[in-house]
């Protein structure tokens, strides 16, 4: 029997996103060697502002080209504070590839980790689960490269809410709740789609709720409510425990999804995937870090939870169960590292760097493995 193999496109990018990378190549190797299943064929390609310093290009069409013909692409950080587009703007060659493969949903997974510090004074963050998902090819960022001056006095923005762009990204959001709803109910949770939207204020976001509701009413068996994003922003303070799953326009989830990440540590333990119906990238939700970057103090957990996310989606694609242990293996593995206090990363005020993590989570495999039976 041939072993078979699949492409990951890597994509490291700029600052702490090499780092990181580097770390979560080193991971799935073991993991890989520990699991079986798929060979994982890894080709890493230019792309970033630090390439484009060097080149005049962000994304090169070879890259792209490559992407297209990976079973999956994996991401590190691109972006970086000095080197701009002519027209000032930052160069963030994700947002072009999210428009190139319709990676319209973005998922990002809120969980708190055993061993990270608790950022809420409440034994009940100890349950923070739910996953942000954030609709990526329209909302306000459809006006990225298309704002409008009047002179120099006026500035405008529009936002664009397709039906077909909502009714796609609330489907998956109805799906997602579907596949978390015999874990939830086994912990005695319910099941739950919340649009987040600002329905009292803008004809864009009346219609987004309209989309939702008719998408909710073709699930009857989860249960689907609304919060406007100020109210959500509160929620997310008071009982985040309480949530499940959440859809919204581009913008509220980008700004959403970073203080999702504060609510469980911090950038370092927040993982992505940005999915369409036929392309996934994976990335931790941190960017480049230009603060912390070349110093080896990144902590790869939410690079290595993002590689746990992309083993998950190929094995659903592809029908491979070992790639789903290798999954479960990566989260139980870190979740020993952390909590076996031998290392606490710089970004909880440890001592711990990229490379003594890695090597700590790296070592916690076999016994992830033994756990997992
Ligand atoms: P972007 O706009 O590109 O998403 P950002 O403005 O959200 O980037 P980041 O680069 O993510 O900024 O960094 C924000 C802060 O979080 C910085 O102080 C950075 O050092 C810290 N940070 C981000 N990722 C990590 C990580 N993996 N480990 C430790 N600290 C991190």
Same mark, same amino acid.
């Given at each position: 029997? @041939?072993?078979?193999?699949?492409?990951?496109?890597?994509?490291?990018?700029?600052?702490?996103?090499?780092?990181?990378?580097?770390?979560?190549?080193?991971?799935?190797?073991?993991?890989?060697?520990?699991?079986?299943?798929?060979?994982?064929?890894?080709? @890493?390609?230019?792309?970033?502002?630090?390439?484009?310093?060097?080149?005049?290009?962000?994304?090169?069409?070879?890259?792209?080209?490559?992407?297209?013909?990976?079973?999956?692409?994996?991401?590190?950080?691109?972006?970086?504070?000095?080197?701009?587009?002519?027209?000032? @703007?930052?160069?963030?060659?994700?947002?072009?590839?999210?428009?190139?493969?319709?990676?319209?949903?973005?998922?990002?997974?809120?969980?708190?980790?055993?061993?990270?510090?608790?950022?809420?004074?409440?034994?009940?963050?100890?349950?923070?689960?739910?996953?942000?998902?954030?609709?990526?090819?329209?909302?306000?960022?459809?006006?990225?490269?298309?704002?409008?001056?009047?002179?120099?006095?006026?500035?405008?923005?529009?936002?664009?809410?397709?039906?077909?762009?909502?009714?796609?990204?609330?489907?998956?959001?109805?799906?997602?709740?579907?596949?978390?709803?015999?874990?939830?109910?086994?912990?005695?949770?319910?099941?739950?789609?919340?649009?987040?939207?600002?329905?009292?204020?803008?004809?864009?976001?009346?219609?987004?709720?309209?989309?939702?509701?008719?998408?909710?009413?073709?699930?009857?068996?989860?249960?689907?409510?609304?919060?406007?994003?100020?109210?959500?922003?509160?929620?997310?303070?008071?009982?985040?425990?309480?949530?499940?799953?959440?859809?919204?326009?581009?913008?509220?989830?980008?700004?959403?999804?970073?203080?999702?990440?504060?609510?469980?540590?911090?950038?370092?333990?927040?993982?992505?995937?940005?999915?369409?119906?036929?392309?996934?990238?994976?990335?931790?939700?941190?960017?480049?870090?230009?603060?912390?970057?070349?110093?080896?103090?990144?902590?790869?957990?939410?690079?290595?939870?993002?590689?746990?996310?992309?083993?998950?989606?190929?094995?659903?694609?592809?029908?491979?169960?070992?790639?789903?242990?290798?999954?479960?293996?990566?989260?139980?593995?870190?979740?020993?590292?952390?909590?076996?206090?031998?290392?606490?990363?710089?970004?909880?005020?440890?001592?711990?760097? @990229?490379?003594?993590?890695?090597?700590?989570?790296?070592?916690?495999?076999?016994?992830?493995?033994?756990?997992?039976?």
């Amino acid at each position: 029997m @041939t072993t078979q193999t699949m492409k990951i496109a890597v994509l490291p990018g700029d600052g702490i996103g090499p780092e990181v990378m580097a770390a979560a190549l080193e991971l799935l190797h073991v993991v890989r060697a520990a699991c079986g299943g798929p060979v994982l064929q890894f080709d @890493t390609r230019d792309a970033g502002a630090q390439f484009y310093a060097r080149s005049g290009v962000a994304l090169p069409e070879a890259t792209v080209e490559a992407c297209r013909q990976a079973d999956a692409m994996l991401f590190g950080a691109m972006g970086w504070p000095d080197i701009r587009n002519a027209d000032g @703007t930052e160069i963030m060659p994700q947002l072009e590839l999210r428009m190139e493969f319709s990676l319209y949903a973005g998922v990002r997974p809120i969980r708190w980790f055993p061993g990270v510090p608790m950022v809420l004074a409440d034994e009940r963050a100890r349950a923070i689960d739910f996953v942000l998902i954030r609709e990526q090819t329209e909302g306000l960022f459809y006006s990225r490269g298309r704002g409008r001056m009047v002179g120099d006095s006026e500035a405008y923005d529009t936002m664009q809410i397709t039906r077909a762009g909502t009714a796609r990204v609330s489907e998956f959001a109805f799906r997602l709740a579907e596949r978390r709803r015999a874990r939830r109910a086994a912990a005695g949770l319910h099941s739950l789609v919340t649009c987040v939207d600002k329905a009292n204020v803008f004809l864009s976001m009346a219609f987004f709720r309209r989309v939702f509701d008719e998408v909710a009413a073709r699930h009857p068996e989860i249960a689907a409510d609304h919060f406007l994003v100020d109210a959500m922003a509160m929620t997310m303070l008071k009982r985040p425990w309480d949530l499940d799953v959440m859809v919204m326009e581009n913008m509220y989830g980008d700004i959403l999804s970073d203080m999702g990440a504060g609510l469980i540590g911090g950038l370092g333990m927040a993982p992505s995937g940005d999915i369409g119906d036929d392309h996934g990238l994976f990335q931790p939700v941190h960017g480049s870090a230009p603060d912390i970057a070349g110093q080896g103090r990144a902590n790869p957990c939410a690079m290595f939870l993002s590689a746990a996310m992309m083993l998950d989606w190929l094995a659903d694609r592809h029908g491979e169960p070992r790639l789903e242990v290798g999954a479960r293996v990566i989260e139980s593995a870190v979740e020993m590292a952390l909590t076996s206090g031998s290392v606490v990363p710089m970004e909880y005020g440890g001592d711990a760097g @990229t490379r003594a993590v890695t090597e700590a989570v790296i070592g916690a495999v076999p016994g992830a493995l033994r756990r997992l039976g």
